[in-house]
């Protein structure tokens, strides 16, 4: 009796051991285990944005996407609003293999690996759709590659809009009267230098520290999308809006190349399709909505206006001729889409 009871204990203790391998191996994000029809995965994505911007919409369809082509096999939890961190953290985190996947300012990356500068020519593209059309570019394909040597897998670029420029008290109408003011701008070399130019003081701060900045008055403007001045409520705090479109703001859709690197080809074309899914996603549903946007503002009670592209030629070719001879990749991207 004792050897049966014995015996029962042991295929007991044989079975809780078996299952908590199996829990270990669901909970691992990094680890695929077996399913009969391939590996299972449980991805990580982080990025910056609140969850009412496009680039968090998109990450929900990059996850609707993978679940369905991977007939539920790949899993993707997201993180939203910078919950990981800095973008420099998030970056370190997806080269070091502990996070899957970050949807990246170019404007950050431009710090870390030159040739996304290329991305911040002003009026490169004359439109939305112009700029997502770029994305299947040679020259775009071969930025996007620079981040290999840091273990890190550029897949697409995700396009929210292009850039407007808000004031909180100045009806700036040309880029003289820039002159002095207090320009908050991403943190970004070839962003900062743009403004250097045009006269004003760049403030260099990341977007969770703007509206506060500008409603305290450490700062009188910004640099910004106009999807972002909806979601982060700018209307409340700046009463001016050009809405000038004169610079692109990809973010870089990024993998951990430790990753990338363990699947096979089927699963990487997954990735890469589902990536693309959303990218084009992104591009046309935002691209459709600038009118909506610019009356959302104006009901809001802000004056939305337009600058002419002409008053900024001399700032343009600027910044050609610095930016141009400083790295190959830009010159090519500058001669490709400046025609
Ligand atoms: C910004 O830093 O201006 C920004 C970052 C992410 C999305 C939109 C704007």
Same mark, same amino acid.
């Given at each position: 009796m004792?050897?049966?009871?014995?015996?029962?204990?042991?295929?007991?203790?044989?079975?809780?051991?078996?299952t908590?391998?199996?829990?270990?191996?669901?909970?691992?994000?990094?680890?695929?285990?077996?399913?009969?029809?391939?590996?299972?995965?449980?991805?990580?994505?982080?990025?910056?944005?609140?969850?009412?911007?496009?680039?968090?919409?998109?990450?929900?369809?990059?996850?609707?996407?993978?679940?369905?082509?991977?007939?539920?096999?790949?899993?993707?939890?997201?993180?939203?609003?910078?919950?990981?961190?800095?973008?420099?953290?998030?970056?370190?985190?997806?080269?070091?293999?502990?996070?899957?996947?970050?949807?990246?300012?170019?404007?950050?990356?431009?710090?870390?690996?030159?040739?996304f500068?290329?991305?911040?020519?002003?009026?490169?593209?004359?439109?939305?759709?112009?700029?997502?059309?770029?994305?299947?570019?040679?020259?775009?394909?071969?930025?996007?590659?620079?981040?290999?040597?840091?273990?890190?897998? !550029?897949?697409?670029?995700?396009?929210?809009?292009?850039?407007?420029?808000?004031?909180?008290?100045?009806?700036?109408q040309?880029?003289?009267?820039?002159? !002095?003011?207090?320009?908050?701008?991403?943190?970004?070399?070839?962003?900062?230098?743009?403004?250097?130019?045009?006269?004003?003081?760049?403030?260099?701060?990341?977007?969770?520290?703007v509206?506060?900045?500008?409603?305290?008055g450490?700062?009188?403007?910004?640099?910004?999308?106009?999807?972002?001045?909806?979601?982060?409520?700018?209307?409340?705090?700046?009463?001016?809006?050009?809405?000038?479109?004169?610079?692109?703001?990809?973010?870089?859709?990024?993998?951990?190349?430790?990753?990338?690197?363990?699947?096979?080809?089927?699963?990487?074309?997954?990735?890469?399709?589902?990536?693309?899914?959303?990218?084009?996603?992104?591009?046309?549903?935002?691209?459709?909505?600038?009118?909506?946007?610019?009356?959302?503002?104006?009901?809001?009670?802000m004056?939305?206006?337009?600058?002419?592209?002409?008053?900024?030629?001399?700032?343009?070719?600027?910044?050609?001729?610095?930016?141009?001879?400083?790295?190959?990749?830009?010159?090519?991207?500058?001669d490709?889409?400046?025609?």
């Open positions: 004792r050897k049966i009871r014995k015996m029962g204990l042991m295929i007991l203790m044989f079975m809780l051991v078996l908590a391998a199996a829990c270990g191996k669901d909970t691992d994000t990094k680890t695929a285990s077996k399913s009969e029809s391939g590996p299972t995965y449980n991805f990580k994505l982080a990025h910056i944005t609140p969850t009412d911007h496009m680039w968090h919409k998109a990450a929900e369809k990059f996850k609707e996407e993978l679940e369905k082509r991977s007939n539920g096999r790949m899993k993707l939890e997201i993180y939203p609003a910078s919950q990981l961190g800095t973008e420099a953290d998030m970056v370190q985190q997806i080269s070091a293999g502990s996070v899957d996947f970050g949807f990246i300012t170019a404007a950050y990356l431009s710090s870390r690996a030159e040739a500068t290329a991305w911040f020519a002003p009026y490169a593209f004359k439109d939305l759709e112009a700029a997502n059309a770029a994305r299947d570019t040679e020259v775009a394909k071969k930025i996007l590659a620079t981040l290999d040597n840091q273990n890190i897998k !550029g897949l697409d670029y995700l396009f929210a809009g292009s850039r407007l420029m808000l004031f909180k008290e100045k009806d700036v040309k880029p003289e009267d820039m002159k !002095g003011l207090k320009f908050r701008v991403t943190p970004s070399p070839p962003l900062q230098d743009f403004y250097k130019s045009l006269g004003a003081s760049p403030e260099s701060l990341p977007l969770p520290e509206y506060a900045a500008i409603q305290t450490v700062i009188d403007g910004m640099d910004m999308d106009l999807d972002a001045t909806i979601t982060n409520k700018y209307f409340e705090v700046a009463k001016y809006g050009a809405v000038t479109n004169h610079m692109v703001w990809p973010a870089v859709a990024m993998m951990s190349k430790t990753t990338y690197d363990k699947m096979s080809d089927e699963d990487k074309k997954i990735i890469n399709e589902s990536i693309k899914a959303a990218a084009n996603y992104s591009a046309t549903t935002r691209s459709g909505q600038e009118k909506e946007f610019k009356k959302t503002l104006s009901d809001s009670g004056k939305i206006y337009e600058i002419d592209q002409s008053l900024f030629e001399p700032y343009i070719k600027k910044f050609d001729e610095k930016y141009g001879p400083s790295n190959p990749l830009i010159k090519e991207f500058i490709t889409f400046r025609k």
